[in-house]
T-cell receptor, first 111, second 113 residues
Framework: TQLLEQSPQFLSIQEGENLTVYCNSS?????LQWYRQEPGEGPVLLVT?????EVKKLKRLTFQFGDARKDSSLHITAAQPGDTGLYLC???????????FGSGTKLNVKP | DTGVSQDPRHKITKRGQNVTFRCDPI?????LYWYRQTLGQGPEFLTY????????KSRLLSDRFSAERPKGSFSTLEIQRTEQGDSAMYLC???????????FGSGTRLTVV
């Protein structure tokens, strides 16, 4: 059983479209992170959010941490083929030493 | 700084054999983590070290698994008497004491046949 549920599991869109992926849990997290992983490689950290309600922007990516610190969303504006990959959310319950990962959202952006 | 290095990248072994993987973290990072990732799943925590001390082990880490980090530098993960269920990507990550996020290596893909 995954502590973090991500949706959708798969997403295939055309270049230029917008999308949102979600990360939900019944647990409260002290911090939440988003990673992107390409096939055969390790995950690469995109962002860390620690405050309920926090919004962070990274170019075309907008991350939000829920007010209750149980959920998060990642919004991508004008998706590009280079955004293709597996997007993973990871939450830590008390410190930064053990993160629980979701199963990921596999995004494919078609040119 | 060359990032987190893992060796080998791929390992194919016969069931019952022992395997050992190595991880070289970013040199100034005192925390080192091992995760396991199976197809279609996110990484699962196995264990972590602060310097040379192994501070936590997951129940996923059966007695066939052992990890070490001598002198608080590189780490090794050994799996004895491998089983087909051990087939997975083994990921190593490191973190500095003031960092929030992990830096992952590229992983070791283990296939047990």
């Amino acid at each position: 059983t995954q502590l973090l549920e991500q949706s959708p599991q798969f997403l295939s869109i055309q270049e230029g479209e917008n999308l949102t992926v979600y990360c939900n849990s019944s647990s409260v997290f002290s911090s939440l992170q988003w990673y992107r992983q390409e096939p055969g490689e390790g995950p690469v950290l995109l962002v860390t959010v620690v405050t309920g309600g926090e919004v962070k922007k990274l170019k075309r990516l907008t991350f939000q941490f829920g007010d209750a610190r149980k959920d998060s969303s990642l919004h991508i504006t004008a998706a590009q083929p280079g955004d293709t990959g597996l997007y993973l959310c990871a939450g830590a319950e008390d410190n930064f030493n053990k993160f629980y990962f979701g199963s990921g959202t596999k995004l494919n952006v078609k040119p | 700084d060359t990032g987190v290095s893992q060796d080998p990248r791929h390992k194919i072994t016969k069931r019952g054999q022992n395997v050992t993987f190595r991880c070289d973290p970013i040199s100034e990072h005192n925390r080192l983590y091992w995760y396991r990732q199976t197809l279609g799943q996110g990484p699962e925590f196995l264990t972590y070290f602060q310097n040379e001390a192994q501070l936590e082990k997951s129940r996923l880490l059966s007695d066939r698994f052992s990890a070490e980090r001598p002198k608080g530098s590189f780490s090794t993960l050994e799996i004895q008497r491998t089983e087909q269920g051990d087939s997975a990507m083994y990921l190593c990550a490191s973190r500095g004491s003031t960092d929030y996020g992990y830096t992952f290596g590229s992983g070791t893909r283990l296939t047990v046949v």
